[in-house]
């Protein structure tokens, strides 16, 4: 079973389409980058895809589930970094998994063991105690997807997750998510074509709301004739090719 | 519902720490109340029975809960500003348990207020300990889901940069309106009127008669209790019915 299948999802906005008509199939397991320029449609589409907005028309599947009529089963199995850092300011980072831990329904024992194996992931256990405003945009932004990473979501969307990041902790969080490669299906979007090189199975190109290219890296190099994302992704967009 | 409950608690009890957290809240909810308290009792109390005790006491606590509309409506809308109530939303939890989570917080605070106003009345003033202080305490936090509630409406409604502005109006309404600040002799009958049908004096009145222990059960405590639960139902349920409609547009 495709952990997403979208049908002919479409999103308008008054005078705009932002999503036309995408069909994808993504498989469990997959970690699969979208990449656009900005206003391609990728936030709406990770929009319609976690229930945050509801589609104009056509549907999507996670793990089954229409995003139209099953948002409750969706939302207990999916999880979603946005592209802002999205944590309680005023909450230490061990308060903020606790917290977290508690609004996905997780035990106290279980919340111990989130908590233990998120430190280990993401190197968070030596700002624990520190309140998260006190932290740097980095840690704030590994905190923001070890959130995400509490629930235990089956399918995972991070809309560009190292956005504004310097190099060091962007390396970092590239560590911290190949480290989740099979465990879960993971939906990425981002601007930087070397994370989507370093990091993906397979890519999506979008552009004005439509699917140029799905495929891997293989495909997307033959089909473009050049040898690296970058190049292939402004021949995609720029010729259409 | 179980589960419900759970999510309840967890968002009542980060909304607490997060406005607890704030120095600036704490000024505002209690050390500028209690200041105002000791300072106008000191100054005016001998001048005119406006400030004396049984009548400054319970309007200190209805003028500190006003901040409470400040913070309940400065947290939502900087939740709803930033990405942490948009993760919050792809949990199953479901917008009745957001806005129960903000209610519930601020009602602790409404009870510190109440009691540490009323033990300093007390020490101050200590005659005015008595059992109808208890009553004051709990019929306080009726009137304090007044204003929590009109934290839910403009916190639904407003960004953070208007929620200021916005809830100082309350403020400066129930420092105003209350009657609580100056004698009502020779004012104009309208204004009296206006007073009378707004919510800041019913509130204010509400718990000076409960901690009096006033005979005229209809006129002084029924008659206001009924305008501050109508004013309360009516703004909250506006404020739910915003925060739904926002929450779906998200």
């Given at each position: 079973?495709?952990?997403?299948?979208?049908?002919?999802?479409?999103?308008?906005?008054?005078?705009?389409?932002?999503?036309?008509?995408?069909?994808?199939?993504?498989?469990?397991?997959e970690l699969f980058s979208l990449l656009g320029v900005n206003g391609a449609g990728k936030t709406t589409t990770i929009k319609m895809l976690t229930t945050l907005t509801e589609p104009t028309s056509g549907d999507a599947f996670i793990l089954g589930h229409s995003i139209k009529e099953d948002k409750k089963k969706i939302k207990e199995q999916i999880d979603v970094s946005m592209q802002q850092?999205?944590?309680?300011?005023?909450?230490?980072?061990?308060?903020?998994?606790?917290?977290?831990?508690?609004?996905?329904?997780?035990?106290?024992?279980?919340?111990?063991?989130?908590?233990?194996?998120?430190?280990?992931?993401?190197?968070?256990?030596?700002?624990?105690?520190?309140?998260?405003?006190?932290?740097?945009?980095?840690?704030?932004?590994?905190?923001?997807?070890?959130?995400?990473?509490?629930?235990?979501?089956?399918?995972?969307?991070?809309?560009?997750?190292?956005?504004?990041?310097?190099?060091?902790?962007?390396?970092?969080?590239?560590?911290?998510?190949?480290?989740?490669?099979?465990?879960?299906?993971?939906?990425?979007?981002?601007?930087?074509?070397?994370?989507?090189?370093?990091?993906?199975?397979?890519?999506?190109?979008?552009?004005?709301?439509?699917?140029?290219?799905?495929?891997?890296?293989?495909?997307?190099?033959?089909?473009?004739?050049?040898?690296?994302?970058?190049?292939?992704?402004?021949?995609?967009?720029?010729?259409?090719? | 519902?179980?589960?419900?409950?759970?999510?309840?608690?967890?968002?009542?009890?980060?909304?607490?720490?997060?406005?607890?957290?704030?120095?600036?809240?704490?000024?505002?909810?209690?050390?500028?109340?209690?200041f105002l308290l000791v300072l106008f009792y000191y100054i005016f109390h001998n001048l005119t029975p406006q400030f004396e005790m049984q009548y400054l006491a319970p309007g200190i606590i209805a003028f500190s809960q006003a901040f409470l509309t400040l913070f309940v409506g400065l947290l939502m809308s900087m939740d709803r500003a930033s990405a942490f109530l948009i993760r919050l939303y792809?949990?199953?939890?479901?917008?009745?348990?957001?806005?129960?989570?903000?209610?519930?917080?601020?009602?602790?605070?409404?009870?510190?207020?109440?009691?540490?106003?009323?033990?300093?009345?007390?020490?101050?003033?200590?005659?005015?300990?008595?059992?109808?202080?208890?009553?004051?305490?709990?019929?306080?936090?009726?009137?304090?889901?007044?204003?929590?509630?009109?934290?839910?409406?403009?916190?639904?409604?407003?960004?953070?940069?208007?929620?200021?502005?916005?809830?100082?109006?309350?403020?400066?309404?129930?420092?105003?309106?209350?009657?609580?600040?100056?004698?009502?002799?020779?004012?104009?009958?309208?204004?009296?009127?206006?007073?009378?049908?707004?919510?800041?004096?019913?509130?204010?009145?509400?718990?000076?008669?409960?901690?009096?222990?006033?005979?005229?059960?209809?006129?002084?405590?029924?008659?206001?209790?009924?305008?501050?639960?109508?004013?309360?139902?009516?703004?909250?349920?506006?404020?739910?019915?915003?925060?739904?409609?926002?929450?779906?547009?998200?």
């Amino acid at each position: 079973m495709a952990a997403i299948r979208t049908e002919k999802l479409r999103k308008e906005y008054k005078d705009t389409v932002a999503v036309d008509g995408l069909d994808l199939e993504i498989e469990e397991g997959e970690l699969f980058s979208l990449l656009g320029v900005n206003g391609a449609g990728k936030t709406t589409t990770i929009k319609m895809l976690t229930t945050l907005t509801e589609p104009t028309s056509g549907d999507a599947f996670i793990l089954g589930h229409s995003i139209k009529e099953d948002k409750k089963k969706i939302k207990e199995q999916i999880d979603v970094s946005m592209q802002q850092t999205a944590v309680a300011r005023n909450l230490s980072v061990d308060e903020n998994l606790e917290f977290y831990c508690r609004m996905r329904g997780k035990s106290k024992e279980e919340t111990e063991n989130i908590k233990k194996r998120t430190y280990q992931i993401f190197g968070l256990d030596k700002v624990a105690k520190k309140r998260t405003k006190q932290l740097s945009g980095g840690w704030q932004r590994k905190l923001s997807i070890a959130l995400a990473l509490a629930g235990e979501p089956k399918v995972l969307f991070l809309d560009e997750p190292t956005l504004g990041l310097d190099v060091i902790a962007r390396r970092e969080l590239w560590r911290a998510i190949e480290s989740l490669k099979g465990k879960m299906t993971i939906v990425l979007t981002t601007h930087y074509m070397e994370e989507a090189e370093a990091l993906s199975d397979r890519i999506g190109i979008m552009k004005d709301g439509k699917l140029l290219f799905v495929g891997d890296k293989t495909a997307l190099f033959e089909k473009t004739k050049t040898s690296s994302v970058e190049d292939a992704f402004i021949k995609t967009v720029e010729e259409g090719v | 519902m179980k589960e419900a409950s759970k999510r309840i608690f967890a968002l009542t009890k980060r909304n607490l720490k997060e406005i607890l957290r704030e120095p600036v809240s704490l000024i505002f909810l209690l050390g500028l109340p209690l200041f105002l308290l000791v300072l106008f009792y000191y100054i005016f109390h001998n001048l005119t029975p406006q400030f004396e005790m049984q009548y400054l006491a319970p309007g200190i606590i209805a003028f500190s809960q006003a901040f409470l509309t400040l913070f309940v409506g400065l947290l939502m809308s900087m939740d709803r500003a930033s990405a942490f109530l948009i993760r919050l939303y792809v949990t199953p939890a479901g917008s009745y348990e957001f806005i129960a989570g903000y209610m519930l917080a601020m009602l602790p605070v409404s009870l510190v207020q109440s009691v540490l106003f009323f033990i300093t009345a007390g020490i101050i003033e200590p005659s005015f300990f008595s059992v109808n202080m208890i009553w004051g305490v709990l019929c306080s936090l009726i009137t304090a889901m007044l204003y929590i509630g009109f934290g839910i409406l403009f916190g639904s409604l407003c960004n953070e940069k208007a929620i200021g502005g916005i809830a100082s109006i309350v403020i400066s309404g129930q420092s105003v309106l209350s009657g609580m600040w100056f004698p009502l002799e020779g004012i104009n009958k309208n204004v009296i009127t206006v007073m009378n049908i707004l919510p800041f004096r019913p509130s204010a009145q509400f718990i000076q008669h409960i901690v009096s222990g006033s005979d005229a059960v209809f006129d002084d405590i029924i008659k206001p209790l009924i305008i501050v639960l109508a004013y309360t139902v009516v703004i909250t349920t506006a404020g739910i019915l915003i925060y739904n409609v926002k929450m779906k547009r998200q």
